[in-house]
């Protein structure tokens, strides 16, 4: 069967949703389609199964400061790890069952099951179906990335994908890959009682750049479980469990977890018949602000398109390709403040510019330890740093990297702070309350300004408070 239609969506994950309600606000038809499972990355698999998994690891853990606060008892406290994955499955399927309820549920023939792919420009193969649309947006996401070596070791070899669905947890898992995914559940294996390698072929951890704050990270999640870096894994069979070994140390584990990033869900799409340029990785050429591929009717957005894979940027994204593919002129909109989170504990934050994509001639950094903060102190976690990037000549934030606790609720400040272009200054003059962990901002600050020396107050004017030391 032929269709015709305005839109047509291929993938009904968050930026795919999001499209869809651009489209529908312009009264334009469109086709939704997507193959295999529904209910979004972040709900099915992502954000919140870890969330939850590691809201009762860090719940648990907190056992282990009883002792000194005088809490007896502690040591009676264990983790019935079956029970804990079913709750953690129970709130996924909540959450999951959510959001289909409010999208692909309530459409009719505007949804289609299967798998799409392109037999010419603005022709799109899905099935026995072929849907002829004026603007295709791509969104069809991204999975796990798996080395095909690894194969052969069948459900040893885990991933975000999988791991939710485990009936109980081994005794052993080296985690390989220390990004994002890869510290918040190796944190949390860990703190179930799992014993954990961490290994990553980088010398860093989060992709942190800023070598202070690098530093700072290492050694507080090496408390959690060993980190070996700098070396590749390699994996071997023994026995039926897995040898893995990065340069000199090796170490036997029953299941290895995956978290080396994800790979681009394109295969199928036949996208040499879409009519896009491809860069050299055979991904669509597109412009960020308008998400348009070219002067083609092709748009791409969320995780499939390589820059923040993170919900509300997916979002985001959607929502200016569903805006643009509705209409005939593509209107570029500004993006928002770079904001990444590991929600790890501590928390590791990077906010606004990075680190490594900053001039050192034309900034000056700012730090707060958090060893003297006394609300970090009080909550048994004052380990991490703050450290604030400013340009030299205007004062005004630029960036940002976090390690800390409760980090999410300074980041978002910080972010909102940068968007809205404000000095070291102006964000010296606003109230810390104490005690707080607003505080270790504060203090970040004030380094800030005795380093930038700018001109606080006019001559001739009352010295500016902040000013005073």
């Not at 007896?72 to 996924?92: F, M």
């Not at 070996?228 to 990065?246: K, T, Y």
């Not at 799409?269 to 602000?289: H, I, N, Y």
């Amino acid at each position: 069967m032929e269709r015709n239609v305005d839109v047509a969506i291929i993938g009904a994950g968050t930026a795919g949703l999001a499209a869809v309600s651009q489209v529908r606000q312009a009264k334009k038809t469109f086709v939704l389609i997507n193959g295999g499972e529904l209910g979004t990355t972040c709900a099915r698999v992502g954000c919140m199964p870890s969330k939850a998994l590691i809201q009762v690891a860090h719940d648990l853990h907190r056992r282990e400061l009883f002792d000194r606060e005088g809490i007896d008892g502690g040591e009676g406290l264990s983790a019935n790890l079956p029970d804990i994955l079913e709750h953690v499955r129970d709130l996924r399927d909540i959450l999951v069952d959510r959001v289909l309820g409010s999208s692909t549920d309530q459409m009719g023939d505007e949804f289609l099951d299967g798998y799409a792919s392109f037999v010419a420009p603005g022709a799109l193969q899905v099935g026995d179906d072929v849907i002829h649309a004026e603007s295709v947006i791509i969104a069809c996401g991204t999975r796990p990335m798996v080395p095909p070596a690894w194969v052969d070791f069948g459900d040893r070899i885990l991933t975000s994908d999988t791991l939710f669905e485990q009936e109980d947890l081994p005794d052993a898992v080296a985690v390989v890959g220390l990004g994002i995914i890869g510290l918040e559940l190796g944190q949390a294996l860990s703190q179930l009682g799992v014993s954990v390698t961490g290994i990553d072929q980088l010398e860093t951890i989060a992709g942190l750049a800023d070598p202070n704050a690098r530093q700072s990270a290492i050694e507080v999640m090496s408390r959690a479980f060993p980190l070996w870096l700098g070396h590749a894994a390699e994996l071997q069979e023994e026995d039926g469990r897995i040898r893995v070994s990065a340069g000199e140390q090796s170490v036997v584990v029953d299941k290895v977890l995956a978290a080396m990033g994800r790979r681009t869900n394109l295969d199928w799409l036949a996208l040499e018949k879409a009519g896009v340029e491809l860069d050299d990785q055979g991904m669509p050429v597109f412009d960020r602000t308008t998400m348009r591929c070219g002067e083609s009717r092709v748009f791409i957005a969320g995780d499939i398109s390589g820059t923040d894979q993170v919900l509300h940027e997916a979002a985001t994204e959607g929502r200016i390709a569903g805006y643009n593919a509705a209409r005939e002129t593509s209107v570029a909109f500004a993006r928002k403040t770079p904001l990444a989170i590991t929600f790890t504990a501590p928390n590791i934050c990077s906010v606004g510019v990075a680190f490594d994509a900053l001039n050192p001639d034309e900034i000056e950094t700012g730090e707060m330890r958090l060893g003297p903060v006394g609300r970090a102190l009080i909550m048994g976690a004052n380990r991490g740093i703050i450290r604030l990037y400013a340009d030299k000549k205007s004062g005004v934030l630029l960036g940002a990297t976090l390690v800390a606790e409760r980090g999410e609720h300074l980041a978002h400040l910080l972010a909102w702070c940068i968007d809205e272009q404000m000095t070291v200054l102006q964000l010296l003059r606003k109230p810390f309350y104490h005690p707080t962990m607003e505080e270790a901002v504060q203090g970040a600050l004030r380094d800030l300004l005795q380093k930038l020396k700018l001109p606080t107050s006019p001559p001739d004017a009352p010295p500016d408070l902040e000013a005073l030391t």
